[in-house]
């Protein structure tokens, strides 16, 4: 997923108006989504969360969210709020000072949001309403109050965006499944949201929404899944669809089933030598792949092990033993692949342990699924580290699963949860509070993915223990610059190079001129009067050193993109290549005035 893709997730659950029903699912359901949709390994979205904003804040975020786009953005808003219908059946989007018999001044109408939609630049737009009348988002000011479905796709096509590639509505429910009465919403009219954004959270998360099993959840997908899984749970809940849309759109990358890596084929003369009739030739060639098959650069590696594949399958005995042999040593080798927690008090703080993947990059590579709600994992820098909710009493155990790229493997896990009055608290964890609630499950904690990404991942300390949203935020905080600085400094030498390359043509012009006027001498001689060979040297030198130091910065931001914003490696890219425009034609233009200086001076 190469393009730009931006998120903006509006929830409110506190209203100032008494009228309105406080909500208990949008805050968490917010937190969810902005988990799955910034993650990397997912979503790969940058998001934005407004919690609580009044109508005029809503105004200028969701406005701010679609102005100054390009048309290579991806852009996707999502609404976990109450939905309010005018006497018009116009749908408003309530805000924390929504003031129910002033909808118009205190509430944002989805007319301003169609019109937001309608203006922005950005090729794909997405709106997830997951709110009571969301389906009626689609109709505008000219419908009416009487019951049945409406042609959501003809309805909104009317202000279909002119500069864009295409729009889509999903909807948690249908536009007159629910009533408004008076200043109060009746009773049963709002199901909780988080039916709906809970089943898109699941459905991203685990990879289950991926119907077509292609490695990427599109947002047909997407809908497929999260209907049946709403009507599941609700059968008076619709969801409902409209889309205009120019090919397919890929909402989130698929964990689901086994790991895939783009591979990078084996260079043209290596596979030539695989296909040479000389055995010795052809030994070479499988001794190279087994280097590469080493290698850090996860798609290098991927290309060196399916031509390994073929090797083992297909050649003699001794060259198919030898990658056979090779390609050992990238299976999954947790260490250990079991685990016993002991005894744990009910409530207490589960101790951690850690497992260590073995082997090359490609072996540690791989997707981790617990197959058991009460199993936790964190990635490590060289592997996981497994904990376990403590909230329910009694023997547990569970596996969890490890996919890679050749094989699966499985770490067996056992623990002992003991009320907390039998047995107090364990050795290694505290007495938990008195004054605390004992935990309940929650109900949320299905079978999460993670996914173990050598060789750089970010070592989690130990204390105090975080989750993945506190460390992605932190992540986001203490971007690296290394790259960005490098790729500064080869175009500072870049220009530097440039600016010597016109003060060595100067002033070897003006010696050549000094020369014709004089009718004697050597261009040696004026060159050397007139210093054109100083700034020569510092030209070569300095262009030299702008493209090494641009390769460096490029190989950084290869190796370790996860730690630079996208802004960074946006700059850090654009610089490389302005510094490596400027720096080869100086070199090149430097090394034929140096020619050029050899010959006329008689040293050629």
């Not at 116009?90 to 509430?107: G, H, K, N, R, V």
């Not at 289950?208 to 899944?225: C, R």
């Not at 530097?496 to 002033?507: D, N, P, S």
Request: overall charge negative; charged content about 25%.
């Amino acid at each position: 997923m190469t393009d730009s893709r931006y998120a903006l997730i509006i929830a409110n659950d506190r209203y100032a108006d008494q009228g309105l029903k406080k909500l208990k699912a949008p805050a968490q359901d917010a937190a969810a989504l902005e988990r799955v949709l910034h993650d990397p390994q997912i979503g790969d979205f940058e998001v934005e969360v407004v919690h609580n904003a009044s109508a005029d804040l809503m105004r200028r975020r969701i406005q701010g969210f679609f102005n100054d786009r390009r048309r290579a953005d991806t852009l996707l808003l999502h609404f976990s709020c109450h939905g309010l219908k005018s006497e018009s059946g116009e749908l408003y989007f309530a805000a924390s000072d929504t003031e129910p018999p002033l909808l118009a001044a205190t509430a944002v109408a989805s007319q301003f949001v169609r019109g937001c939609m309608s203006g922005t630049r950005a090729g794909r737009s997405v709106l997830f309403l997951d709110c009571c009348y969301g389906g009626a988002f689609s109709r505008g000011s000219a419908s009416v109050r009487a019951s049945g479905d409406v042609n959501v796709l003809e309805s909104f096509a009317k202000d279909e965006p002119a500069s864009g590639r295409g729009w889509a509505v999903i909807t948690a429910s249908d536009s007159m499944e629910y009533s408004f009465e008076g200043n109060e919403l009746a009773e049963n009219s709002a199901p909780r949201p988080s039916v709906f954004t809970h089943a898109v959270v699941e459905g991203l998360e685990t990879g289950e929404a991926d119907l077509d099993a292609d490695g990427n959840v599109s947002l047909d997908d997407l809908y497929e899944y999260v209907y049946r899984h709403v009507r599941e749970q609700n059968p008076h809940q619709t969801p409902k669809k409209a889309a205009e849309l120019q090919g397919e759109l890929h909402l989130a990358h698929s964990r689901r089933g086994g790991i895939k890596i783009v591979a990078i084929p084996s260079p043209s003369a290596l596979q030539a030598a695989l296909n040479s009739d000389e055995f010795l030739r052809r030994q070479g060639a499988v001794t190279e792949l087994c280097k590469r098959l080493q290698r850090p650069e996860l798609p290098v590696a991927e290309g060196a092990r399916q031509h390994l594949g073929e090797v083992a399958h297909n050649e003699v005995q001794p060259l198919a033993d030898l990658a056979a042999d090779a390609l050992s040593t990238i299976r999954l080798a947790p260490s250990p692949d079991r685990l016993d927690f002991g005894r744990i008090s009910r409530g207490s703080t589960s101790p951690r342990k850690a497992v260590t993947m073995q082997g090359p990059p490609l072996a540690r590579h791989c997707v981790v699924q617990p197959k058991q709600p009460w199993l936790r994992v964190d990635p490590t820098r060289d592997g996981m580290e497994i904990h376990v909710d403590t909230a329910t009493p009694g023997h547990l155990s569970g596996d969890i699963a490890l996919k890679g790229v050749a094989d699966e493997s499985v770490i067996h896990v056992e623990a002992e949860v003991t009320p907390a009055d039998e047995d107090g608290p364990t050795k290694s964890e505290p007495p938990a509070s008195n004054d605390s609630p004992t935990p309940k499950p929650r109900p949320r904690d299905k079978q999460r993915t993670v996914v173990i990404e050598p060789p750089h991942i970010p070592s989690k300390p130990k204390e105090p223990p975080r989750t993945t949203a506190d460390r992605e935020r932190a992540d986001r905080k203490t971007p690296s610059r290394r790259a960005p600085a490098l790729a500064g400094a080869a175009l500072a030498l870049a220009v530097t190079a440039l600016a010597m390359l016109v003060m060595t043509i100067q002033r070897g012009v003006a010696a050549v001129v000094a020369r014709a006027d004089a009718g004697v001498g050597q261009v040696e001689n004026t060159i050397h009067e007139q210093g054109a060979l100083p700034p020569l040297i510092v030209c070569l030198i300095t262009g030299a050193a702008a493209l090494v130091v641009g390769a460096f910065a490029r190989h950084d931001l290869g190796t370790r993109r996860e730690h630079y914003t996208r802004q960074a490696a946006s700059a850090t890219d654009s610089l490389t290549s302005v510094a490596k425009g400027l720096a080869i034609p100086a070199l090149i233009l430097a090394v034929l005035a140096g020619i050029a200086y050899l010959v006329g001076s008689g040293h050629w």
